[in-house]
DNA sequence: AAACTAATTTAGGCATGCCTAAATTATAGA
DNA sequence: TCTATAATTTAGGCATGCCTAAATTAGTTT
């Protein structure tokens, strides 16, 4: 069995290569919030159990063999914070820090309990796909809500999980994955969007916006 | 924060200060399957912490302190254990070892959710008494099922959680908490139990007897 | 092509928590 | 009382995983 370490580094490690390939010691040790010498460290340590493609100054990337155990350490997260928000209450902006700690350590066992419980669920509280448990995951076809222009309506597919405070503010629109609205305006020079959800205008600036991701875009019916 | 092992010796030690006092450095290294000299080592942490009384040679016992974090990480297990139990339907024989790693990792929003759903028990699937949010356990009341004699009837109280093989044994003769049961004969000698549960005649042996305890014990009715 | 810069790696240290082997101590028995 | 034995503690080592500081390398700039 891989440490706890071992685990967060090759998932961070996946999360990083799905957006930009190569994954660099530094980019790496940031989100791991660790040094670069220690993510030098641990990086050889994956290179020599094969879960790591590595070559100094040079990047890492996921061997199939470090991709499946990333992917079931996703899969553990993702089912708990589905599991949590759902069966525990533990609300939206909560469950990821809580999954945080459980994903390394419940077993496979309780994995499949959760996963029938949920009704083998493909999306957790945040839209994220759930890998099932081959290691399959859905193809992400979301994007940016930046890319959105006037007139635009869609659906929210996914939001970043990582920032409660973020969380608690898009929950306090009614931005959640599932959620339909139409852009009302995009204030030039990146400006912040003017939105409609279900009748109510809401401004969401840039920085917020960033962190949403939507789904189902479709340009306005009369033009 | 507390590291995993500490909390672990602590609660080690909780358990064996119950049944015994001062608790020697041999014991306790022998229940968590650790040499004397690591249990040594901890065991001077653990006191320059204030959580424990220690003097060379002399055993170990709780502070205060150290009792309430004993008792804290005991409520997680147990609440963990009858969490699993009822609302996964994780069978009676493998919640332990799942609650024993999750019991270290779980905050208390989730405690407090867990204890919600459940109804506040008192007591986990195996009968041993959760700690109230303050740290208060019920006494435990109940006697080794070995005391018992021909024709007494009682009910099970609490049996060992740590043994896996042993808990699905008790498990084929429905022996769980709160079933009810009559001695038909203590075979002499150190011999096996012959018991009466729900008209089903069972013979248990002493080993396993020794590890169920039971409760409410009355004397044959008919002389 | 040489030099500079920014990223990365190496070297050496520290805490945790375990181990083995050797010393110490308590305690019971001669 | 003195000694033998069994338990305990000390001493020294090892793996993990982090750190800082110093050296190295890639890649760009002049």
Redesign the interface.
Known sequence: MLTHAAEDYLKSIYKLQEKGGKVSTGILAEYLDVKPASATGMIKKLKTMKLVRYERYRGVTLTAAGRAIALEIIRHHRLLELY?FK????PWD?VH??AE??EH???E??EA??DE?LGYPTADPHGAPIPDKNGVVAEVASVPMTDLQNGQSCVVAEVSDNDSALLRHLGSFNLYPGTAFRVIEVAPFEGPFTIDIAGQQVVIGREVAKHVFVDQVRDPDNV
Chains 1, 2 share one sequence.
Do not use: Q
């Open positions: 949590l069966a525990l209450g533990v909560g820090e809580e700690k459980l350590v419940i077993s066992d309780v309990r959760m419980f």
